[in-house]
């Protein structure tokens, strides 16, 4: 069975950092994009960044220059390093990948929530 | 960057009814088409690949069609279950960006 699970949220001040983890499991992390995907409370779905299989990264103008996105192949897991936070990156931000060349976002985390408040 | 487009913002419709929700893409994106249920509280859960390709598991109430700029997604006997928000997203290139949803009430 697939799971991405999202950890590393919580509450930080406004210019502070944070940096958010999908552990994924049950297919093979390196082969395929992987993304970061924000929702800010009430709003819609925001995609925020994506590494792809040969490690090339793409961010949203929104967040780019703060944040930074990476992997660890060997722990499967995706990271998220965002600094220079606003209250407007407040959201809950999901993981999601394709299962396969061809696939959107299949496979989706069950997202963590980023409060950025003083 | 493509922009992504979503008609209606809403809408209200009864059990058994045919819903259509359509969606525009500011250039040509083929059929790098994706659409998205979403439930309160829930992540997305994804309903159609390539345009119009089933995601495995998803009734067959649902179907999506179109190519290059305009698709669209039906659901063709609206159920008490299909009360949700849909959203469209291209992923012909990066940004992946999506639609701005289409929320889906029942009567």
């Known amino acids: 069975e697939v799971q991405l699970l999202e950890s590393g949220g919580g509450l930080v001040q406004p210019g502070g950092s944070l940096r958010l983890s999908c552990a994924v499991s049950g297919f093979t992390f390196s082969n395929y994009d992987i993304n970061w995907v924000r929702q800010a409370p009430g709003k819609g779905l925001e995609w925020v960044s994506g590494?792809?299989?040969?490690?090339?990264?793409y961010y949203a103008d929104s967040v780019k220059g703060r944040f930074t996105i990476s992997r660890d192949s060997s722990k499967n897991t995706l990271y998220l390093q965002m600094s220079s936070l606003r209250a407007e990156d407040t959201a809950v931000y999901y993981c999601?990948?394709?299962?396969?060349?061809?696939?959107?976002?299949?496979?989706w985390g069950q997202g963590t929530l980023v409060t950025v408040s003083s | 960057d493509i922009q992504m487009t979503q008609s209606p913002s809403s809408l209200s419709a009864s059990v058994g009814d045919r819903v259509t929700i359509t969606c525009r893409a500011s250039?040509?994106?083929?059929?790098?088409l994706a659409w998205y249920q979403q439930k309160p509280e829930k992540a997305p859960k994804s309903l159609i690949y390539a345009a119009s390709s089933l995601q495995s598991g998803v009734p067959s109430r649902f179907s999506g069609s179109g190519s290059g700029t305009d698709f669209t997604l039906t659901i063709s006997s609206l159920q008490p279950e299909d009360s949700a928000t849909y959203y469209c997203q291209q992923y012909n290139s990066y940004p992946r960006t999506f639609g701005p949803g289409t929320k889906v009430d029942i009567k």
């Open positions: 999601a990948s394709p299962r396969g060349f061809g696939y959107a976002f299949d496979y």
């Open positions: 250039q040509g994106i083929s059929t790098w």
């Open positions: 590494i792809s299989s040969s490690g090339s990264t």
